[in-house]
Structures are given as C-alpha cells and as structure tokens.
Nanobody, 125 residues
C-alpha cells in the first residue's frame, strides 16, 4: 500500500491550496480516508475524513467552512481544498487510509493503518 501526498507550499494568509493524495494497493474498495496535520511541537491532529462508503465528510471545528475533502474512487485520490488559510494552519499535512476505522475512531490517528509521507503547508501572515 502506498499513499503519496502532494500540493503543499508557502502561501499568504487568506490564500488557497489544494492537497492531493494518490492511493494504491488498498484491498478494500472503500476505505476510510482522512487528512491529519502536525505542527511543530504539537501532536498530530485530525483535519477531515470521509468515513468508508458514506461519502459524508467530517471536519475539525478549526477548519469547518474553509476546507473541503473529496474522494475520486476512479482515480484513487483524496483531495483537500484549503481556502482562507490562516497562519495557524501551518503544519505538515498527512493523508491516511484505514480499512478497519470505526465511526467512533475516525478522528484518531491510530485508527488508520496507512499514511502518506506528508506535505508541508506554510501560511505567512
């Protein structure tokens, strides 16, 4: 299984970025997919996910209304559109996939068995 994240970069506050994650090798056709982030000196935190085949996204309160997660099953990608970026969004962003994620654990990093390498997003003020 491989997850390859891309799209990070340096932007100014208020600008947008789109992250993309290409997934390959998963045995389950509709795994849960998610984005997490980790800022320097902080723990990895949940950003957004799509739980299994539900298609319904879940967002952290800190990004709700600004970020949009989407999945293209044909292309096996999961994207994160980030608008109105703030300096506090600066972090390494990781895509993740899990075949055994439950509804109650979908915001927990340990629930996901597969991770991309991370892509750095820096938002300047």
């Amino acid at each position: 299984v491989q997850l390859q994240a891309s799209g990070g970069g340096l932007v100014q506050a208020g600008e947008s970025l789109r992250l993309s994650c290409v997934m390959s090798g998963l045995t389950v056709s509709r795994p849960s997919v998610a984005w997490f982030r980790q800022a320097p000196g902080k723990e990895r935190e949940f950003v957004a996910d799509i739980f299994r085949s539900s298609g319904s996204p879940l967002y952290a309160d800190s990004v709700k209304g600004r970020f949009t997660i989407s999945r293209d099953r044909a292309k096996k990608t999961v994207d994160l559109q980030m608008n109105s970026l703030k300096p506090e969004d600066t972090a390494i962003y990781y895509c993740a996939a899990g075949e055994s994620v439950t509804w109650s654990t979908q915001t927990t990093p340990n629930a996901y068995g597969y991770w991309g390498q991370g892509t750095l997003v820096t938002v300047s003020s």
